[in-house]
T-cell receptor, first 114, second 112 residues
Framework: ETGVTQTPRHLVMGMTNKKSLKCEQHLGHNAMYWYKQSAKKPLELMFV???????ENNSVPSRFSPECPNSSHLFLHLHTLQPEDSALYLC?????????????FGSGTRLTVV | DAKTTQPPSMDCAEGRAANLPCNHSTISGNEYVYWYRQIHSQGPQYIIH???NNETNEMASLIITEDRKSSTLILPHATLRDTAVYYCIVRYRNYNTDKLIFGTGTRLQVFP
């Protein structure tokens, strides 16, 4: 365990379903991130939250909706996804504002859209 | 964002040192170099980071050139468990955002 917990580990959903991915950290970090990793591609940064405020949205389609209710929890709400959205979704956390510490990643949620 | 360039793949014999190079010629003065690795389908794992000086921890050593335009990650005694994709990243920061932008990395294969 890294200190960043993602649930569920695996998710299969239909294109008309609504589901949510959850990320939780108790490391005292103040920034959280969602990354997407498609097959044989680099990690793509999707969203950045700093002090519970979204500070970056990298042109992600509106069918992905993030939520950060507090500094320990991050959600990614999914609706009407496409098969090309199948990927490994990774959550990370860090201390924003200092480069001294690295990011801590969760183990990811493997999403399959059918 | 400062970009990094890494060879796509490398091989290393078990027990030998693995030296993974990285070019980051556009790095700014206050940007750190980070190394992460990702074992198949797991989340990336932090290895080491540095600014100017060489760094060493229980996992690896990081050698940064004096002009900071390149660096080398050294795994002193590679094992089969070190087979992974290794990412060299320049951590990008401005006044309200902080992010790690991953490239394609180097796929290191350690063989018996």
């Amino acid at each position: 365990e890294t200190g960043v917990t993602q649930t569920p580990r695996h998710l299969v959903m239909g294109m008309t379903n609504k589901k949510s991915l959850k990320c939780e950290q108790h490391l005292g970090h103040n920034a959280m991130y969602w990354y997407k990793q498609s097959a044989k591609k680099p990690l793509e940064l999707m969203f950045v939250y700093s002090l519970e405020e979204r500070v970056e949205n990298n042109s992600v389609p509106s069918r992905f909706s993030p939520e950060c209710p507090n500094s320990s929890h991050l959600f990614l709400h999914l609706h009407t996804l496409q098969p090309e959205d199948s990927a490994l979704y990774l959550c990370a956390s860090s201390y924003s504002g200092t480069a001294v510490y690295g990011y801590t990643f969760g183990s990811g949620t493997r999403l399959t859209v059918v | 964002d400062a970009k990094t360039t890494q060879p796509p793949s490398m091989d290393c014999a078990e027990g030998r040192a693995a030296n993974l190079p990285c070019n980051h010629s556009t790095i700014s003065g206050n940007e750190y170099v980070y190394w992460y690795r990702q074992i198949h389908s797991q989340g990336p794992q932090y290895i080491i980071h540095g600014l100017k000086n060489n760094e060493t921890n229980e996992m690896a050593s990081l050698i940064i050139t004096e002009d900071r335009k390149s660096s080398t990650l050294i795994l002193p005694h590679a094992t089969l468990r070190d087979t992974a994709v290794y990412y060299c990243i320049v951590r990008y920061r401005n006044y309200n955002t902080d992010k790690l932008i991953f490239g394609t990395g180097t796929r290191l294969q350690v063989f018996p």
